[in-house]
Nanobody, 125 residues
Framework: EVQLVESGGGLVQAGGSLRLSCAAS????????IGWFRQAPGKEREGISC????????YYADSVKGRFTISSDNAKNTVYLQMNSLKPEDTAVYYC??????????????????WGQGTLVTVSE
């Protein structure tokens, strides 16, 4: 059974940093793309970053490029999203999602099959 568990959300002031974690189980990392999505109140869900191991590749949406960094610890089956220079507009529920890289790709235009429960990030002024 594929499971994704996010952690690391919280309240931070603008300009601050947070690191989100996505602990994954039930699948082989090599076959999957793992992405971070977010959804702010009243807004559509946005795919912001994705990583794959085979082939090794990353993707960032323009809204987070240069501020967020995605990485993976393969020994721990965990994907991280380091978020720096946070802005109030980054406030959202952040979700980790996974799917076969051959199905979803990493450009985040296709729907992902497996989802975590989400973690709330709030950035204050």
């Amino acid at each position: 059974e594929v499971q994704l568990v996010e952690s690391g959300g919280g309240l931070v002031q603008a300009g601050g940093s947070l690191r989100l974690s996505c602990a994954a189980s039930g699948f082989t990392f090599d076959d999957f793309a793992i992405g971070w999505f977010r959804q702010a109140p009243g807004k559509e869900r946005e795919g912001i970053s994705c990583i794959s191991r085979s082939p090794p590749s990353t993707y960032y949406a323009d809204s987070v490029k240069g501020r967020f960094t995605i990485s993976s610890d393969n020994a721990k089956n965990t994907v991280y999203l380091q978020m720096n220079s946070l802005k109030p507009e980054d406030t959202a529920v952040y979700y980790c999602a996974a799917d076969f890289v051959e199905v979803a790709g990493i450009s985040m235009v296709k729907e992902f099959e497996y989802w975590g429960q989400g973690t709330l990030v709030t950035v204050s002024e």
